[in-house]
């Protein structure tokens, strides 16, 4: 499309003094206002195509214009970006990204757009990984469809399961290959607050075990399929960028045995709290209590993991992980120069078995700071260098981290 939109913006502008030659008439006198029109510029001039933009000054326009709010004038606002990439899980990788935006109704000025984000990505450690996810708000935001779906393959650092197997035992591998999918359904019950329900598919396998006992004997295979009730209350203003607002989530799930691989029937409970206020001009205050409690007979595949790119930042996701989960971050996002930005954080977080064997000794310390660059309308790409304990890694990824 930006070669498209380059070819025609020359034709227009090779098209214009041919028409401008054309209408003066080869300087015969102009009867409507009793004068003489000046003479043409010489042919050669005239007919003299505009100059080539370079590719730097294209590519420049394009990313440019890319934050502009177009959704009014097209059915879908794609733009593409790509490029390098580190991670403490995959090392140096290369990405492709195409973000989104779209309004179900047109006419409606006060939804804010729905947002689709497809990926394709692959690193030098072998990892690999397609995905698609998005939210679609309809009927002046009062129904909801979200979505996320990703396959991916990745040589996976392991150290075993629970607090101590992550800061005592040594490193060692696996092969992780997964494919999930959910699909929650929201409706407005009354004001902000809305309910539904989520499908969940997984299909998990381990391989490679460089250390086999890591994983206490279980199945390095799992298949397992989720229904959950929803409950949520929702007063963001923009959901993949909030500047204002509470957002309250809970969702308790259950993994029939007859729907997966598993010797017994599990249970999931996921709680988030989110809070969003402005402090003085250009910056946000936010802020994220969250919980995942899972069955005692989890699976390794599925218990709760610390860490990556949303929660404990610079750890390694997957290090520390048990049946439960808690974590909590405060985040100051300060507005720098136009479409720039900055951020500083601490949290912490905690895994545990169960809520009656959680330990206030085995909290572990998050903080970092990162940059923003709003690549389009209330949609950023971010770039954060996090810090734990005896741990660090830089992320690259869209969206706010929550």
Known sequence: MPALRTILFGALLFAAPLSRAQESGGGKPDDSIGCIRPQPEPAGDSLAPAPRRSLLHRIIDYFGQANRDRTFEKKIDFTFIGGPSYSKENQFSLSVMASGLYRIDRTDSLTPPSNITAFVTGGTTGFYKVGIDGNTLLRQNRHRIV???SFYSQPTKYWGIGYRAGSENARSSFLDSRFEVSVKYLRQAAGNLFAGIELDF?????RKFGRPEYIEGENPTTTATGIGALLEYDSRDVITDARKGLYIAMK???RPKF???LDRSLWQVETTISGYQPLWKGSVLACELYGDFNSPHTPWSLKAKLGGSQRMRGYYLGRYNDNDMLTFQVELRQRIWRRIGCVVWGGAGNVFPAIDRFRWDHTLPNYGAGLRWEFKKRVNIRVDYGFG???????????EAF
């Open 147 to 149: 979505y996320a779906l």
């Open 252 to 254: 308790a799930s259950w």
């Open 202 to 206: 997984h299909h998990i396998r381990g």
């Open 259 to 261: 729907l997966s691989s």
């Open 389 to 399: 304990r005896k741990t660090s890694g830089i992320l690259f990824s869209m969206n």
